[in-house]
């Protein structure tokens, strides 16, 4: 892993999920798996009971967030910038949603400020943030809003999904709709931004000097030339002539069905799909249990665990850590310009 002295933020999530249990799990393995320095922005009584729930050894030390990489061989680095919480493993209505959002905001601020490399997000149950006042469908929503609140950015700004494995990464062009609503949102501009976005990051982020996009079609065999829906005809091959005359190397609309067998990811980079199950059941399928959501489209990195608060492993020790290693890993190379 590459070094740095500046370290990860990471979101304290649903208390009452896996979100603290993973972290905690995390810190222990830290030295066997070489992990980079991160620290939490949570209650520290709850991770202190937490870690006690699980069997875990796991000494807490209330820090700045640029001093987490000096304790974080010794300690787990906690930013303290909730209320108490309290440790209610599983407990689905829990009335915990503003300090789950002043969390997600304060990690923000501190890669704004510097004093992180980026943001690794903890699985959250929206429910409760919605009875918080929360207003947006999701994580990569409120990323948005907060990217345009704090920085001055002027490049195309859209929090854009990934989820990347080791063996495929996808990029839904529509994310939390429902399927009968896919064909009226699918658009010409959304493919193309979305796709302009997907090769910047993959340049800029992932350091692919010609990234290759797949473009999924959206009906059975990318519509047969319009004889099984005419949205593969009429938007999406539209939409992948201006990708290329733009010069990204981008192919489509290709059958889904075919896009995801070994040799057919050989051709590929990325594959951006028109709506959320058609990639990311084969993403999850192919990497369950180490994919990470990545956001592209921000002026800063975000990454997180591909899954959710899983309450039913909360607080058993049953959780695995897996994707999070992963997504820290992940966080800290692609906050590190030029480590790939």
């Not at 993973?22 to 709850?46: E, H, N, S």
């Not at 202190?48 to 069997?55: F, I, K, S, T």
Request: charged fraction near 20%.
């Amino acid at each position: 892993m590459p070094q740095n002295k500046t370290p990860v933020a990471v979101t304290m999530g649903e208390p009452a999920g896996i979100g603290p249990d993973i972290a905690l799990m995390a810190w222990v393995a830290r030295k066997d798996l070489g992990l980079p320095p991160f620290y939490m922005r949570a209650d520290p009584g709850l991770l202190a009971h937490r870690a006690h729930r699980l069997g875990l050894t796991v000494p807490i030390q209330l820090v700045e967030p640029e001093d987490a990489y000096k304790t974080f061989s010794k300690s787990l680095p906690v930013v303290s910038g909730t209320a108490p919480v309290e440790d209610r493993p599983g407990d689905e209505i829990a009335t915990t949603g503003q300090d789950v959002i002043s969390s997600i905001e304060g990690c923000v601020r501190d890669v704004h400020e510097g004093r992180a490399i980026a943001v690794l997000t903890n699985p959250i149950n929206k429910a409760n943030l919605y009875e918080a006042g929360f207003s947006y469908p999701g994580h990569t929503e409120y990323l948005g809003a907060l990217a345009e609140k704090l920085w001055a950015f002027d490049k195309l700004l859209r929090p854009v999904m990934m989820i990347a494995g080791p063996d495929l990464m996808v990029v839904p062009v529509t994310i939390h709709i429902a399927l009968k609503d896919v064909p009226v949102q699918l658009t010409r501009d959304l493919i193309v931004e979305t796709g302009r976005i997907v090769a910047r990051d993959l340049r800029e982020r992932f350091g692919l000097a010609e990234p290759r996009i797949a473009v999924c079609g959206l009906n059975p065999h990318a519509g047969e030339n319009g004889t099984m829906g005419t949205e593969d005809r009429d938007i999406i091959a539209p939409a992948v002539e201006i990708l290329q005359q733009e010069g990204i190397d981008v192919s489509g609309p290709l059958p889904a069905d075919t896009l995801f067998h070994a040799r057919a990811r050989q051709t590929y980079d990325c594959a951006l799909g028109m709506y959320h199950d058609q990639v990311l059941v084969p993403a999850k399928t192919l990497a369950f249990d180490d994919g990470v959501n990545v956001t592209l489209g921000l002026p800063f990195v975000r990454t997180s665990p591909d899954h959710g608060t899983a309450y039913g492993l909360a607080g058993t020790g049953k959780a695995k850590p897996d994707s999070f290693v992963a997504a820290l890993r992940m966080a800290t190379v692609l906050g590190n310009p030029g480590a790939l």
